[in-house]
């Protein structure tokens, strides 16, 4: 591992990812996707503030560049759903993109219209510097080198996480050569083949992640690469998003059923679960779990 992220596995910062993210750190994570939108703005630095409040640990944010090379903070192709503009994003440039107003919640025709407009990038990371840590979806691949220049000009990747799709059966990792990989913290996504986790597991382990996200079709096999997941020092990320389609492992079962949602997958040995449902969540983790939080089964 890159010497850097290596020797700052110790820090005591909250919202340093290689801290979160080791398994000597015994409270599920919690993630917010695309920040807490339900109760502000998706994508705003209004929801970062609100996670921050929230106690959240990270949060979960999109970006891409305008048709001048700036990027900003949003989730769809176009401005429709959720600010007042309309058009492509990547085909418009910075200052009509800044003339929008964010519009409150998930957006659509019917939703409040706020003071805010969409971020830069920038703009989010100093807003979440030193209060809670990011993890940044680049919608488009070709934007990722930008992204990873921001970061590392601004000098807060410690609390940065970056992600990017990987197929574990691959001769090669083109992600290991990337100038920035080993600088900033990286989060591999990938299915989880059935009966065959543990040996993908192994075959990324030249990635050093200290952390994964996948999808599953089994929660068996989740329990099955264990073992494989300790020894390597990896947290394991789970979407229960109602768009994720992890079976019913999702946010609107788990509002009826906690425990067989985020309490199932605490069990199989999950460390991170991204949300849309935060409050929600933080509260069952801290119901009876006294004063750090409900721990997750290692």
Aim: proline share 4%; aromatic share 6%.
């Amino acid at each position: 591992m890159h010497q850097t992220l290596a020797a700052s596995r110790n820090t005591s910062i909250p919202c340093h990812v290689l801290a979160l993210c080791s398994r000597d750190n015994p409270a599920i994570l919690t993630i917010a996707h695309r920040g807490f939108w339900t109760a502000t703005a998706e994508n705003s630095l209004a929801s970062v503030r609100a996670a921050v409040a929230a106690g959240v640990e990270m949060i979960e944010i999109d970006t891409q560049a305008t048709a001048d090379g700036r990027l900003v903070v949003i989730h769809d192709g176009t401005l429709d759903r959720t600010t007042t503009g309309k058009g492509i994003v990547n085909a418009l440039p910075f200052e009509v993109v800044r003339t929008a107003r964010l519009k409150a919640g998930a957006g659509g025709d019917a939703a409040e219209v706020t003071d805010e407009c969409v971020p830069t990038l920038e703009e989010l990371l100093e807003e979440a510097r030193g209060r809670i840590a990011v993890n940044i979806d680049t919608k488009f691949a070709r934007d990722l080198p930008l992204v990873m220049e921001t970061v590392l000009r601004l000098g807060n990747q410690d609390q940065v996480l970056v992600k990017t799709d990987i197929d574990p059966e691959a001769a090669r990792f083109e992600v290991l050569d990337a100038h920035w990989f080993g600088k900033i913290p990286h989060m591999p996504m990938f299915p989880v083949r059935k009966g065959k986790f543990a040996e993908d597991l192994r075959r990324i382990e030249a990635l050093r992640a200290p952390m994964i996200e996948v999808k599953f079709t089994d929660i068996a096999d989740l329990v099955e690469g264990r073992a494989e997941i300790e020894r390597q020092n990896i947290r394991l990320w789970i979407n229960t998003l109602d768009v994720a389609h992890c079976l019913d492992f999702n946010d609107t079962r788990a509002l009826a059923d906690p425990e067989a949602v985020w309490g199932a997958l605490a069990e199989a040995g999950v460390g991170a679960i991204q949300t849309d449902e935060v409050e929600a969540f933080t509260g069952w983790l801290k119901t009876g779990s006294g004063a750090t939080g409900r721990a997750w089964a290692r």
